[in-house]
């Protein structure tokens, strides 16, 4: 699942990251092209919505796979995400759209199912490259009728944490590898409490970010919120609805995770963390070039989520697809094969924003600043990625199911009546 409210400035990322050396580089980023069939030539066009990472793959990244194969990549102007949604449909039904473009995995099932996409399967076959060099999350644009996209790299779910307060509080510090070592639901928990003084400073925030959904469900040995065959609404099974209320009682029960009215606002526990008066929160890595640029007034660094039954954690994807009207096919995959690689990954890697999917390329991954010190466990993260089950109905299914999950924030309903009450409608929308 993509998230897209979690944007870091481009610029400031560029300049956290070392990466701004040139203004003609960031300007041309900036402006691409705003012809949904511009270019020049034979010319590789792209589209994305703006956050840092996109912006970055178009930028330094695009300029070493020219310099490299003397191929033309003309970025097209992006948008914002939630604009994105919208416009990845406008430009596929154009007739000419852009040769490379960014898409929600979400949608994923549904382009492939209208045939928009092409199977970039035989393209891998060709390239060489061992399906066995790639981490976990490269599987998530595999489907039944191909290889319909292509996954890049990953934003990592973890928990980022403000070491400042753990030391004053006398907490021991979370794991700085990928380990259940001492860092279990439990500890969590403790940790938590032991953290919290009040309203005042809050000890973790997990319900702001909705990914927890399916990390928690699986962690505690359940499917995830839809079974495999994308049929079945798992998440109203008892793993699920159990892992739902666990992290619903963080507020309810035990104080330690702010009220659902003060945590649902967008970036509202990312300010709280910000102004130290938060000190866990789960979280994309895409994060890390935020808290780089925006310099904070306390020791932070990141850990892995806690452990139950499992530690998996589900990360953000960055998914392209090669539109089937694309017109410069051959050199797009060409781009898309470098990026993948171990070059273009190291990139990325070294950029410290995404962990790329190459694995060689991932263990070079590095801070872009000061922080975060472990910065090495992303890399131990994407080895535990697990992903969700595709269904061809998950936005509709979350239409239903999510406002029912705030009467459970709230203490309205506990968890395993909510979702069991919804269970029926959400399968009926699995199933039409």
């Known amino acids: 699942m993509t998230i897209g409210t979690h944007h870091v400035n481009r610029r400031a990322f560029l300049k956290a990251s070392g990466l701004a050396a040139s203004g003609a580089l960031l300007g041309a980023c900036a402006k691409g092209t ?27 990244v695009v300029k070493a796979f020219t310099q490299q194969s003397g191929i033309k990549v003309e970025p097209q102007a992006g948008v914002p995400f939630d604009d994105y949604q919208t416009r990845f449909r406008t430009l596929l039904a154009g007739g000419a759209p852009p040769d490379i473009m960014r898409l929600n995995d979400d949608f994923l099932p549904e382009i492939s199912d209208k045939g928009l996409s092409q199977d970039l399967a035989p393209y891998l076959a060709k390239s060489g490259l061992e399906e066995a060099g790639f981490l976990p999350g490269f599987e998530a644009s595999k489907l039944p009728s191909g290889r319909r996209g292509l996954v890049v790299a990953s934003q990592v779910r973890c928990i980022f944490y403000n070491k400042t307060m753990f030391r004053k509080a006398g907490v021991p510090l979370p ?6 070592d001492g860092w279990t639901w439990d500890d969590f928990l403790r940790t938590a409490k032991a953290l919290t003084e009040g309203t005042r400073q809050y000890g973790c925030s997990i319900v702001a970010d909705s990914g927890y959904e399916e990390m928690w469900a699986r962690n505690n040995g359940g499917p995830g919120a839809f079974s495999e065959d994308g049929r079945k609404f798992t998440l109203a099974d008892p793993q699920g609805a159990e892992a739902i209320q666990w992290v619903a009682d963080l507020t309810l029960k035990h104080r330690v995770q702010p009220a659902w009215g003060d945590i649902k606002p967008d970036d509202a526990d990312r300010r709280l963390f910000q102004a130290g008066r938060l000190g866990m929160m789960l979280r994309v890595s895409g994060n890390i070039g935020f808290f780089t640029e925006n310099q904070l007034d306390f020791e932070w660094d990141i850990a892995p989520v806690p452990a139950k039954v499992h530690q998996y954690q589900q990360g953000s994807s960055v998914l392209y697809i090669i539109p089937e009207a694309a017109r410069h096919s051959e050199d797009a995959w060409k781009y898309l094969e470098f990026v993948i690689g ?4 190291t990139l990325v890697a070294e950029a410290g924003l995404a962990v790329p999917v190459n694995r060689k390329a991932a263990q070079r991954i590095k801070s872009p600043g000061k922080y975060p010190v472990s910065v090495r466990l992303l890399a131990q993260g994407a080895e535990q990625s697990r992903l969700p089950s595709l269904t061809r109905a998950s936005s509709a299914a979350m239409s239903l199911y999510r406002p029912q999950m705030e009467r459970v924030y709230t203490g309205e309903l506990t968890a395993a009546k909510a979702l069991g009450g919804i269970r029926g409608q959400v399968e009926s929308k699995l199933n039409a």
């Open 175 to 180: 794991p700085s590898v990928w380990s259940p």
């Open 34 to 60: 705003d012809s949904a069939s511009g270019g020049g030539p034979g010319a590789v066009t792209t589209n994305g919505w703006t956050d840092a990472l996109h912006d970055y793959l178009m930028g330094p």
């Open 342 to 345: 171990e070059k273009g990954g």
